[in-house]
């Protein structure tokens, strides 16, 4: 669903000594997660802020090859012209 096929992860292996771990890398597919939904949840304010981080959010949605199903911003304070930016960022 995400295009992810395996993810190279190190995983910690228990020994005799626990001072002493090993780790092992493996590569995970993450069936497990495979229809899970992956939302960002965005404290939104002033679009200074969200300006520099949306561009970060937009690579990360699946439509872009990222992992991101969707973005929720949550209104916290906030003028007029901020949230007009804001309906326009989710316009695209």
Do not use: W
């Not at 910690?12 to 000594?17: G, I, L, M, P």
């Not at 995970?28 to 229809?35: C, G, H, K, Q, S």
Request: glycine fraction near 6%; include cysteine.
């Amino acid at each position: 669903p995400h295009g992810v096929v395996a993810i190279p992860v190190t995983r910690r292996v228990a020994t005799e000594d626990p001072l002493r771990p090993a780790c092992i890398t493996v590569d995970d597919p993450y069936e497990d997660l495979a229809e899970a939904k992956i939302y960002a949840l965005v404290y939104y304010g002033r679009r200074s802020y969200v300006d520099i981080l949306n561009a970060y959010l937009e690579r990360n949605l699946c439509s872009n090859g990222g992992v991101l199903d969707g973005v929720i911003f949550a209104m916290v304070k906030y003028t007029m012209e901020d949230m007009n930016y804001l309906i326009m960022l989710q316009r695209r």
